[in-house]
């Protein structure tokens, strides 16, 4: 019956090659061992070369850095002697130093008519000018000048740490024309605190000065200080777009969508038992009418 089966099926039940036959491997004879004694007197008469010292990674990430520090010493030197703050022919320049305010950590997609808007509040707003780069994009701060100096230290007091466009601001004086040997923190100079090194050195608060923790408020009740201004501010104003614009604060809202699910769900509570009390009296209502139709009946 094998014979009936087709070719592939065959193929399985047919028997394999036969292994080829390999010669046996010789083993190749060693040397004796023999002792080192004899060439002893050769080692003290070689004379060795002096190691060569290689450059190591750490030497060389350092070399590297004190390359990329010197060259980076020399373009800010460069800097250095052309900047100019008193340079009469600088058109953004303001007019007075002295009612100058600068303005920080603005949002980078303010614009100068906001700006003015938004500092408006403290007194009538001179010129407004916020610095931008080569390709007309803001760099997030800006020189804003007002009529009076007493306008310029009710914005310097009020307005650092305030809500501008979903960022807090940071505002100081001008001290490139009013401080001596001022230099501006992109030349090495400043007084930013936030590129110091990590975490634990930087600054990390918002606002020209640390919040004062020895009163027991801390971050928390400095932030809601200014919400409130802002609110106020916004409902004196008639409510600014992204700056103190009024209206309630997140956390006000969140605070009362909590307080209006749970009483959502103490409702929901409360109608549950009513329901439950009321299909037990009906239960009970038809137990006692059936009770009184079967004794109708007995009767």
């Avoid at 090495?188 to 975490?199: C, N, V, Y």
Wanted: glycine letters at 12%.
């Amino acid at each position: 019956m094998a014979h009936y089966l087709p070719p592939a099926i065959m193929a399985l039940f047919a028997p394999r090659p036969p292994m080829p036959f390999k010669e046996p491997i010789v083993k190749r004879k060693m040397y004796p061992y023999t002792g080192v004694a004899d060439f002893v007197k050769n080692l003290k008469e070689y004379d060795m070369p002096p190691p060569e010292k290689k450059e190591t990674p750490q030497e060389r990430r350092k070399k590297r850095k004190t390359k990329l520090d010197d060259r980076h010493g020399k373009r800010l030197k460069l800097q250095k002697d052309k900047w100019d703050p008193k340079h009469p022919e600088n058109p953004d320049m303001t007019k007075h130093a002295l009612k100058t305010l600068f303005v920080a950590r603005l949002n980078y997609d303010i614009t100068e008519a906001d700006l003015k808007k938004e500092f408006e509040y403290y007194g009538p707003v001179v010129k407004c000018h916020l610095v931008t780069d080569k390709k007309g994009r803001s760099r997030g701060y800006g020189f804003v000048e007002f009529e009076s100096s007493r306008n310029l230290k009710e914005a310097y007091k009020d307005a650092d740490g305030r809500k501008v466009n979903k960022r807090r601001i940071l505002v100081d004086v001008e001290r490139g024309r009013t401080v001596k040997n001022w230099t501006p923190r992109r030349l090495g100079g400043g007084l930013g605190g936030t590129r110091k090194g990590g975490k634990e050195v930087n600054q990390r608060f918002s606002g020209r000065e640390p919040p004062d923790y020895r009163s027991g408020g801390g971050d928390r009740d400095r932030a809601r200080d200014r919400d409130r201004g802002d609110r106020d501010r916004g409902g004196r104003g008639g409510g600014r777009e992204g700056g103190y614009g009024g209206g309630r604060d997140r956390r006000d809202r969140d605070r009362d969508r909590d307080r209006g699910g749970d009483r959502e769900r103490e409702r929901r509570r409360r109608r549950g038992e009513d329901e439950r009390d009321r299909g037990a009296g009906d239960r009970r209502r038809d137990r006692d009418r059936g009770d009184r139709d079967r004794r109708r009946r007995r009767d």
